[in-house]
């Protein structure tokens, strides 16, 4: 479980959190969804230790091993697909053998249907292919907590359902911690167990929702999620009322 007691954070005359208290279930997809400029980012940020917050703590992040998706898919313009995982996955304890190496980052692109553009250079992909290479990266290195920050934002609903679909069947063979930041209430219903919306800034908490649904059954037309994102819906604009 990844606790933020009472953080506190300030750029400038921003104040962007407030006292904000948050829970990110151990083994859950805690979903946070908030619009432009509430501070999404920052709290990745600093749950990765990016960013250090002016007061208050956060728990259950520590030496904890974390992969961090960000919001365009960073790839090494001149290394291979292939080159790119190996990267990642050199630096990582246990797994110095080259061969090795090469084994589970052809491995991981094989999860991602992606096998076939190992020696690819990531501009000759397209973006959708770029972002299932950055989800196949996260989960090759296998962080214990996942940090995603609007992975999917920039793809059409159907190249978005299709990752989705790929990252939930990745997310279950080792179900990191994950916090996942969005503005977008179709992601939030499908991708999370737990869904926190915030506010503008300074960011407080105006809903909480637990996903009735399970991962594997969830389809936008689900009842069950439409009530949920009606619920959503309701509270943001509840909000700007
Ligand atoms: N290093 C910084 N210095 C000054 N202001 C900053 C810094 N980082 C972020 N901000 C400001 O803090 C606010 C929140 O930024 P942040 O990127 O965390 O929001 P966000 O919710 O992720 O936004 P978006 O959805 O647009 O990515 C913004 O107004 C931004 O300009």
Known sequence: ???????????????????????????????????SGCGKTSLLNMLAGILQPEGGRI???????????????????????????????Q?????????????????ALARVGM??????????LSGGMRQRAVIARA??????????????????????????????????????TTVFVTHD???AMILGDYI?????PPARIIKEIENPVPPAERRLEDPRLMSVEAELYRSILDKRS
């Open 91 to 107: 630096g990582n304890e246990g797994l110095t053998e080259r061969l090795e190496v090469r084994r589970r980052a052809e491995e």
């Open 59 to 89: 728990e259950g992040v520590g030496t904890r091993r974390i992969s961090y998706l960000f919001q365009e898919p960073r790839l090494i313009p001149w290394r291979t697909i292939r080159g790119n995982l190996e990267f990642v996955l």
């Open 196 to 200: 926190t919306v915030f506010s503008a």
């Open 139 to 176: 989960f090759a290195y296998p962080g214990e907590i996942l940090l995603m920050d609007e992975p999917l934002q920039a793809l059409d609903l159907a190249r978005k359902l299709d990752l989705v679909e790929w990252f939930l069947s990745l997310w279950a063979e080792t179900t990191p």
């Open 1 to 35: 479980m990844i606790r933020l007691v009472n953080v506190q954070k300030r750029f400038g005359e921003l104040l962007l959190f407030d006292g904000l208290n948050l829970r990110a279930p151990g083994g859950k997809v805690s979903v946070i969804l908030g619009p």
């Open 115 to 124: 096998r076939d553009f190992a020696d690819a250079y990531p501009a000759e």
């Open 185 to 187: 209430i179709q992601e």
